[in-house]
């Protein structure tokens, strides 16, 4: 196996290369049209890897196979977990989504410079899903019990998420991360160019960005405890966790900027995400007791999700021809993040 990660993390390197390094070069806001063909693009790739995948556990390549069931012939049980994979990885990641459009408002980061900061937060979201899936899938080995642990961890989330507020904000000043980082770094509000670190008066010091790229990297950190355990539901195959999550967080910044300007138009989506942990917690507590295929799972996944997308579309569009006969005004959509006014101070 050790060549198909150095095939497939050669890939990834030489993709985010041509994303910042080639296409995306200067600070801009992407059009939503721009981030919905990236978008487009990203999840045509992370679809068109399953093609791979069918042919490696098919064949058998270097040695390929699911556990405990040999080498070969397991193609299509091995694509349809793969799917299932990246599809949860990907709905989760909506999440994250409202979670960094608070960050953006908080600390004020021009729209121009988000694109930056979502490419570099990616970029160490990747190293620490490694750690956290290998770490993950070495205890599912090793103790057999920590799936009803995760699984209960899960049923907990979903039951929050259940409860959450869409109105909370996220507050810097009140965040033990900013305020520790406040004491042992210097750190400078304005328009620095969307750098992360600048001198000032002979000194060096963080600029606001890059505070919010911390507070980014700790966000996934904590959204990782969510989706490690929900894809070791899914799949405990280092090869498809690895792979399907990775796609999953590649697509994410063009994502962002798809869904920032209409947050509010998803209602229903946070309520779907909620039943997703939930059913996926009580599939792990009962594991031993009920058998769910592989293929139930890939529709049970793709139907809730696609209920929570159609009933929010519903929903805003009679809330608009509501609004129009009443002549009342339309339900506010969340504005693109950011400030139109110079960062404040951190």
Not at 15 to 28: E, M, W, Y
Not at 84 to 110: G, H, K, Q
Not at 173 to 183: I, T
Request: net charge positive.
């Amino acid at each position: 196996m050790f060549w198909f990660w150095v095939g497939f993390f050669t890939l990834v390197a030489a993709l985010l290369t041509l994303d910042l390094g080639v296409l995306n070069r200067k600070a801009h806001v992407p059009t939503i049209k721009s981030a919905a063909y990236w978008t487009m693009g990203w999840m045509s790739l992370g679809f068109a890897f399953s093609g791979f995948v069918w042919l490696m556990y098919e064949n058998g390549w270097l040695g390929a196979g699911l556990i405990g069931k040999g080498v070969g012939g397991h193609g299509n049980e091995a694509t349809i977990t793969y799917i299932s994979a990246y599809l949860l990885e990907y709905a989760l990641s909506v999440d994250n989504i409202f979670v960094i459009s608070l960050l953006f408002t908080s600390f004020r980061i021009p729209p121009q410079y988000q694109h930056r900061v979502l490419f570099w937060g990616i970029l160490g979201a990747i190293v620490f899903r490694l750690i956290m899936l290998g770490g993950g899938a070495y205890l599912a080995h090793r103790f057999s019990w920590i799936l009803y642990v995760f699984g209960a961890y899960l049923v907990f989330q979903g039951v929050k998420l259940f409860r959450h507020n869409d109105e909370d904000e996220f507050d810097q000043n009140k965040s033990l991360a900013v305020r520790v980082l406040r004491k042992f770094v210097k750190v400078v509000d304005g328009d620095y160019g969307g750098k992360f670190m600048v001198r000032v008066d002979g000194r060096r010091a963080l600029t606001t960005v890059a505070v919010c790229l911390v507070s980014i990297e700790l966000t996934d950190i904590v959204f990782a405890l969510d989706s490690i355990p929900a894809v070791l539901s899914v799949s405990q195959e280092t090869f498809i966790m690895v792979t399907s999550n990775i796609f999953a967080i590649m697509g994410l910044r063009s994502l962002y900027f798809v869904l920032a300007g209409a947050m509010a138009q998803f209602q229903y989506l946070k309520l779907a995400l909620a039943v997703l942990l939930v059913g996926i917690g009580l599939k792990m507590v009962f594991h031993d007791h009920y058998k769910v295929s592989h293929v139930v799972s890939l529709g049970a996944i793709a139907t809730i999700i696609g209920t929570g997308v159609i009933a929010s579309i519903v929903a805003t569009r009679r809330a608009l021809k509501k609004a129009a006969v009443s002549g009342e005004p339309p339900p506010p959509s969340d504005p693109p993040a950011g400030p139109v006014s110079p960062p404040g101070a951190v």
